[in-house]
């Protein structure tokens, strides 16, 4: 990591990027890169949703001036990995409902309320026109609440990265 990092901020000081940041790190790698960076890391994208609030790291990040972006602000219903714990869930549903906003609308705007920038991926122009429909209103205190009791679940376990003889024997060796 020190070495990619350090070619890293080598492209920022000759201009080659404005800034420089960071992909599925948790507390633990970034406080690693901490240690040796001179430029910090602008930004970490992470998984993140309502039903992966990533609380910890978006303390941390917050208190170190590093912006978090959420990718699979929905949940990845894909058949390769995902969940239905955002687009299924009947917390996200009845705020829906009582607030005349989509699910996606609603998680997505959780999103934004907690600092984060959510990565949306979407090819149906009637969803792109309503994922950008969540800027001129706000969740109440009482649904926000409601979102904190939903159940945490990771989606993408990444597996593929853990091996006996890699430098990740374990899941939370991976994720801390």
């Known amino acids: 990591m020190k070495g990619t990092w350090e ?3 080598k492209c920022a000081n000759l201009g080659l990027a404005k800034s420089i940041g960071l992909s599925n790190f948790g507390v633990k790698k970034i406080s690693e890169i901490l240690e040796y960076a001179s430029i910090p890391p602008a930004l970490v994208q992470v998984e993140m949703n309502a039903a992966w609030h990533q609380e910890n790291l978006k303390k ?9 972006s959420a990718w699979s602000p929905l949940g990845a219903n894909g058949a390769v990995w995902g969940s239905l ?3 299924d869930n009947p917390i996200l549903k009845d ?6 906003k989509t699910m996606a609308q609603i998680a997505l705007r959780w999103l934004i ?8 991926k979407s090819f149906n122009k009637e969803r792109m026109k309503a994922n950008l429909e969540i800027f001129d ?3 109440n205190e009482i649904d926000l609440e409601k979102i904190k009791q ?5 989606a993408f376990k990444g597996e593929r990265f853990i091996s006996e003889n890699g ?10």
Not at 60 to 68: M, Q
């Open 167 to 176: 430098p990740y024997k374990t899941a939370e060796e991976l994720w801390d």
């Open 113 to 120: 309320e907690q600092g984060s920038t959510p990565i949306v």
């Open 95 to 100: 705020i829906a409902i009582a607030s005349g």
């Open 85 to 87: 714990a955002v687009m």
């Open 137 to 139: 209103w706000k969740l």
């Open 7 to 9: 070619d890293m901020e």
């Open 60 to 68: 941390f990040c917050k208190e170190k001036g590093i912006h978090v």
């Open 150 to 154: 939903i159940a945490q679940y990771r």
